[in-house]
């Protein structure tokens, strides 16, 4: 399959995509990929770091206020469908996927135009502007959220969940060690990951709650984003830290770790829970109040009704709060193993593989 993707400015919209890929050539290693992104975002080095070919361009999303910015918008998407159009001329693929942003606006409209068949993704809950828009034009539309298919037009609508579900649902038997990070295996650890830039209320919460951790008798691993680890730890400093609790400033290799945790606090971006229901992981959430249409929230709402997840809401964040779920949780292995098997039910684990059909189907309905 030649396949062109457009997706940037946040992991969100770039790591499903990645995830897709890789199964993709798995399944089938005659594949050539494309992937189309925006000159300033993220996926200016995860993308050739995963050793595929990137072309970026210029774009930015509408304000809603009338302004300048706005008119720049406009040019700035019609200067990119035209590039979009000269780059499918030229790549000629099968099949063109979108997984979100605004430069995979430009380039699925001049798809759709061009009668290439087109695909969008959508991970959360809420769907973005750029789906929205694109929605009418395109062939088909994956969903990783039920609560998403009523904003779409039904007959195009397919739950695949999220492609990287599968990729860390493949690392199950993992043979990783705490001990190799100085804890112990033979003791229930919890991990608290606010993102890979960290987020400050979740950590000044658990620089609150460490004198606590220290005392029980479960692990804490609290990664405080890398930017902020010099800061977390002038605020540590002074605090007896135990041997139980190790603060660092990011998770490396987190789909290795993740099966070994007892419960993961995190924020409720699609990718994690994505990765938490592909392996069952307890999880009490934190949705960041900082994205579109609180879509976090309601992100972590699915997994809350399904009994998979509790959530604090940011606003009522703090030290306390966030103790009195920790050790609800940690101190009860059944309450854990009935939230896990619930996370279980919501996931996805063949996730790209069900995407890679709805690619499929695309191309099919348009021999």
Do not use: C
């Not at 399944?27 to 990137?54: C, F, M, S």
């Not at 063109?96 to 759709?112: I, K």
């Not at 990783?176 to 990951?193: V, Y």
């Amino acid at each position: 399959m030649r396949l062109m993707v457009s997706g940037g400015g946040t992991g969100g919209h770039i790591y499903p995509a990645l995830a897709l890929i890789e199964r993709l050539k798995q399944v089938e290693p005659d594949t050539e990929v494309l992937y189309v992104g925006t000159t300033r975002g993220l996926e200016n080095k995860i993308v050739p770091a995963a050793g595929l070919k990137l072309v970026t361009m210029p774009m930015q999303g509408f304000r809603r206020k009338l302004s300048f910015y706005n008119f720049k918008t406009i040019y700035l998407f019609l200067k990119a469908e035209h590039h979009a159009r000269k780059l499918i001329a030229d790549f000629k693929p099968d099949v063109v996927l979108g997984t979100g942003g605004y430069v995979s606006g430009a380039v699925l409209y001049a798809a759709a135009k061009m009668g290439v068949p087109t695909v969008i993704h959508e991970q959360n809950s809420v769907v973005g502007v750029t789906n929205k828009f694109l929605s009418r034009y395109v062939d088909e539309i994956a969903i990783a959220f039920e609560a998403a298919r009523s904003q779409f037009p039904e007959d195009k609508v397919t739950m695949t969940g999220n492609p990287r579900a599968q990729q860390v649902a493949a690392n199950r038997a993992s043979t990783f060690k705490w001990s190799s990070m100085g804890l112990r295996d033979d003791k229930p650890t919890m991990m608290i990951f606010g993102g890979s830039q960290g987020a400050p209320k979740i950590n000044k919460s658990v620089v609150q709650a460490i004198p606590f951790f220290t005392k029980r008798s479960y692990q804490v691993v609290f990664a405080t984003g890398r930017k902020r680890y010099d800061d977390v730890r002038k605020q540590l400093k002074g605090v007896t830290i135990g041997d139980n609790v190790k603060v660092v400033p990011y998770i490396e290799d987190m789909p290795a770790k993740m099966p070994k945790v007892a419960v993961l606090v995190s924020r409720a971006g699609a990718t994690t829970i994505a990765e938490v229901t592909a392996l069952g992981v307890p999880t009490i959430m934190i949705p960041s109040p900082y994205v579109t249409a609180n879509h976090q929230v309601k992100n972590a709402q699915a997994l809350v009704k399904q009994h998979a997840a509790v959530m604090i809401t940011e606003d009522q964040l703090d030290g306390r709060s966030l103790l009195v779920q920790a050790d609800r949780l940690m101190g009860d292995a059944d309450l854990r193993q009935e939230m896990a098997a619930a996370s279980r039910k919501i996931g996805k684990p063949d996730a790209a593989d069900r995407l890679i059909k709805v690619l499929k189907k695309a191309e099919k309905d348009h021999e």
